[in-house]
């Protein structure tokens, strides 16, 4: 592209995208009088579900506006915790982010995944028809224009991916109260109901037990309890922590 060209200054938290705005985190763009700032901003490297305010001279504009030679423009990271209107806070993970979705269940975040790849368009298409935002670390996904909502997952361990998104976020939590193999809502069982599910040594040591309302799977304090527990405990911590 070429034409006048823009000073454009990315917050640090946003350098990792803009390999070429190192390390001051400022680049220079040609506009050409009809890409928007938003276009020319995801064409640094930046997805929009990671902007925030976009200041040009000094004053706040939409990512539709179409910038002109010369104007120098700031790029700030989306503020936490984000907030996102217009439905009941949902999450979709792509394929890459299991144990994230299952942890997300865990503590009661309504996370829709599957453990096959749908694809790109489907994934943006699912997002956009159940109004749930789409987690993923693959940049090209979260510029797909019929996406919802988006949130790009920096970290690679799972540990501090939840981190970040309960920093970012900050769902109600309601540990225990979905199936963390399918999403589904969980409900007390007696051990008649589950009995098919339990081995021997299930039926003798314990006696109170969940169910999944969709899937039927059974539930109950087993071996790896206290680590789930665990995990429950801090994210429950932070989360009183951040609100």
């Known amino acids: 592209m070429n034409g006048p060209e823009i000073h454009v200054e990315f917050a640090p938290e946003l350098h990792l995208f803009v390999p070429r705005a190192r390390p001051t985190g400022a680049a220079r763009t040609a506009t050409d009088g009809v890409s928007t700032l938003g276009h020319l901003v995801e064409s640094l490297g930046v997805p929009l579900t990671e902007v925030g305010t976009l200041l040009v001279d000094g004053r706040e504009v939409p990512p539709g506006h179409v910038p002109a030679g010369g104007e120098s423009v700031r790029v700030r990271p989306v503020q936490h915790p984000q907030r996102v209107p217009g439905a009941p806070l949902r999450f979709l993970l792509d394929v890459h982010l299991g144990t994230l979705a299952r942890r997300l269940r865990l503590l009661g975040v309504d996370t829709a995944y599957e453990s096959t790849d749908l694809g790109d368009p489907a994934l943006a298409a699912l997002s956009a028809a159940e109004k749930r935002v789409l987690l993923s670390r693959d940049r090209g996904l979260l510029?797909?224009?019929?996406?919802?909502?988006?949130?790009?997952?920096?970290?690679?361990?799972?540990?501090?991916?939840?981190?970040?998104?309960?920093?970012?976020?900050?769902?109600?939590?309601?540990?225990?109260?979905?199936?963390?193999?399918?999403?589904?809502?969980?409900?007390?069982?007696?051990?008649?109901?589950?009995?098919?599910?339990?081995?021997?040594?299930?039926?003798?040591?314990?006696?109170?037990?969940?169910?999944?309302?969709?899937?039927?799977?059974?539930?109950?304090?087993?071996?790896?309890?206290?680590?789930?527990?665990?995990?429950?405990?801090?994210a429950v911590s932070r989360s009183t922590e951040g609100g």
């Open 143 to 234: 510029r797909r224009r019929e996406l919802w909502a988006g949130a790009y997952v920096y970290s690679t361990r799972p540990d501090e991916q939840l981190q970040e998104f309960l920093d970012r976020f900050r769902p109600a939590l309601h540990p225990w109260t979905r199936c963390t193999a399918c999403n589904g809502l969980l409900r007390a069982a007696g051990k008649e109901e589950v009995a098919e599910q339990l081995k021997d040594g299930t039926q003798r040591s314990y006696d109170v037990f969940a169910q999944c309302t969709v899937c039927g799977r059974a539930y109950w304090r087993g071996a790896h309890h206290e680590q789930l527990e665990a995990i429950v405990e801090r």
